[in-house]
C-alpha cells in the first residue's frame, strides 16, 4: 500500500497535501461502512469505522504514526477532550450520595483489573516495569464507545446509566495513575522526591485548565442560550482550546477536560448538557478518533506469543471487571445479573487506552515497545468486539432492541418526494 501512495503522490499536487485527501477519503469510506454496519447489522456504527481503520493499519496505512505525534496526538486528544467533557458533566455527583456503593464498585471493579492483568502479565514472564504499565491501559475503559453504542442503539436503563458512569470513572484513574507511571518512567534514575514536582505540574495545570474551561463555559451560559448553534461552536472552541494549552503546559488535556465537565455540572445551577448542534460538529471528530486509533494500533507485530498474551489479557480483563462491580454490588440498588451486565458493557477500549501507552512509549522507548507490543492489539481488538460485547450486554439487560432486528427501514421513492 505505501507504494502506491508513493507512485500517487508523485503526480498528485492537491493544495491542502496529500495526507488530507487520504484521511478525508478514509473518513469517506469509514462513514459509509459505518452507516452499512448499522443498517444490515444493527450494530453500532463504531464497529465499521474501528473496522475501516483496522484493516487501513493492516494494509500499511503510513498516515498514522506512533507513537502518537504532531497533529495525530492533537486530534485523539481533542476527540477525547471532546467525549470527555460531555461525560463528566453527566456524572450525578447526587447519586454517590445516596448511592455510595456506585464509588465502590468503581474503585473495586479499577483495582481488580490492574492487579489481575499485573499478575497475569508477571505470570506470561512480562518484565515487572512493562506489566503495571500493560495493566493501566487494560483498566481504561471507553466512555467514547460505551456513548456511542448508547446512542446508536437507543439504549435507557440503570445498567446503561451505571455503565456510563463506571467507565468514566475507570478513565479518571487511569488518566491520572498513567500520567504519574510515565513521569516516573522517564525519569528512572531519579529519588521520590525528584520525581514529585512534574507530577504536581501536571496534576496542577490539568486543574488550573479545567476549572478555567468550565468558568468561560458557565459565563457564557449566563447570556446565551445552551440551545444556540453559537453556543455550540463557543463550547467546541473552549475545548479546543483547552486541549492545546493543557497540553503544552505540561497537563493533561483530556483530564482537564474531564475535570471540566465534572465542574460545570456542579456550579451551573440548571441542568445542563452539551448543546445538541455540538453532536454534528463532534461527530467528525469522533470517527476521525476512532479510524485513527484503529489503523495505529493495526500497525502492531503480531505472533503466536503476542495473540496469546492478548486473549489472555481480554479474558482476564472481563473477569476482573465483572467481579468487581459483582464485589460492590451488595446494598447498591441492582441486581446481580445487572451487575453482570455493567462489567460486560465495560470491555471497550479505545482512544484513551491509546493515549496512555504513547505516554509510556515516549517516557521509555524501551520499555514502551514492550508495552506497545501487547498493548497496541488489545486495543484494536476491543475497540470493535468491545463495541459488539457492550451492545449484547445492554440488549441482554433489556435496556434495548436486538440489535440485529427491527432495524430502520429504508426510505420508499414516495417518502422522498414527500421529504
Known amino acids: 500500500m505505501n507504494e502506491l501512495m508513493n507512485f500517487w503522490g508523485q503526480w498528485l499536487r492537491p493544495s491542502a497535501g496529500l495526507p488530507t485527501v487520504q484521511w478525508a477519503l478514509l473518513l469517506a469510506i469509514a462513514s459509509i461502512c459505518g452507516y ?49 467533557f ?22 473495586a471493579e479499577s483495582a481488580l483489573t490492574y492487579f489481575a492483568v499485573y499478575w497475569a502479565m508477571l505470570w506470561l514472564n512480562v518484565p515487572r516495569e512493562a506489566a503495571g504499565p500493560i495493566a493501566l491501559v487494560a483498566m481504561a475503559a471507553s ?39 510515565a513521569q516516573m518512567l522517564s525519569r528512572p534514575d531519579s529519588g521520590f522526591l525528584e520525581g514529585v514536582p512534574p507530577v504536581l505540574v501536571m496534576f496542577g495545570v ?18 446565551m442560550s445552551p440551545a444556540s448553534e453559537n453556543t455550540s461552536i463557543l ?58 486509533v484503529s489503523t495505529v494500533a493495526a500497525q502492531a507485530d ?22 468487581g462491580v459483582g464485589i460492590g454490588n451488595v446494598g447498591s440498588g441492582a441486581s446481580w445479573r445487572q ?13 484513551i ?11 521509555s522507548p524501551s520499555t514502551g515497545e514492550v508495552i506497545s507490543r501487547i498493548a497496541l492489539p488489545t486495543i484494536m481488538l476491543m475497540e470493535v468486539f468491545g463495541a459488539v460485547i457492550a451492545t449484547v450486554a445492554l440488549y441482554r439487560a433489556g435496556e434495548t432492541h436486538k440489535p440485529w432486528a427491527e432495524l430502520p427501514a429504508s426510505p420508499t421513492r414516495e417518502e422522498h418526494r414527500e421529504s
Open 36 to 84: 452499512l454496519v448499522y443498517r444490515h447489522t444493527g450494530l453500532p456504527k463504531v464497529v465499521g469505522y474501528s473496522l475501516v481503520g483496522m484493516v487501513t493499519g493492516l494494509l500499511g496505512f503510513s498516515g498514522a504514526m506512533w507513537p502518537l505525534q504532531d497533529i495525530g496526538l492533537f486530534l485523539i486528544e481533542l476527540g477525547i477532550s471532546i467525549v470527555l
Open 86 to 107: 460531555d461525560a463528566g458533566g453527566r456524572i450525578p455527583w447526587r447519586w454517590f450520595r445516596h448511592n455510595p456503593m456506585v464509588l465502590v464498585q468503581s474503585i
Open 143 to 181: 466512555p467514547a464507545v460505551v456513548t456511542r453504542v448508547v446512542a446508536d442503539t437507543r439504549a435507557a436503563g440503570p445498567v446503561t446509566d451505571r455503565a456510563i458512569v463506571l467507565t468514566t470513572l475507570s478513565t479518571l484513574y487511569a488518566l491520572t495513575f498513567g500520567g504519574v507511571h
Open 206 to 223: 490539568s486543574i488550573l485548565v479545567g476549572a478555567l474551561l468550565s468558568g468561560l463555559i458557565r459565563l457564557a451560559l449566563r447570556y
Open 235 to 292: 463550547v467546541l472552541a473552549l475545548i479546543a482550546a483547552s486541549t492545546a494549552v493543557a497540553a503544552h503546559l505540561g497537563g493533561s488535556a483530556p483530564l482537564a477536560a474531564l475535570l471540566g465537565g465534572m465542574l460545570i455540572k456542579q456550579l451551573h445551577p440548571k441542568p445542563w448538557a452539551l448543546p445538541r448542534q455540538l453532536g454534528t460538529a463532534s461527530s467528525v471528530i469522533t470517527m476521525l478518533m476512532f479510524v485513527l
Open 302 to 323: 503480531w505472533s503466536a506469543q503476542v495473540a496469546g498474551a492478548v486473549l489472555l489479557l481480554i479474558a482476564v480483563r472481563l473477569v476482573a471487571k465483572a467481579v
Open 339 to 351: 451487575a453482570v451486565w455493567v462489567g460486560a458493557a465495560m470491555m471497550p477500549m479505545s482512544s
Open 353 to 363: 487506552a491509546l493515549l496512555i501507552a504513547s505516554q509510556f512509549m515516549v517516557a
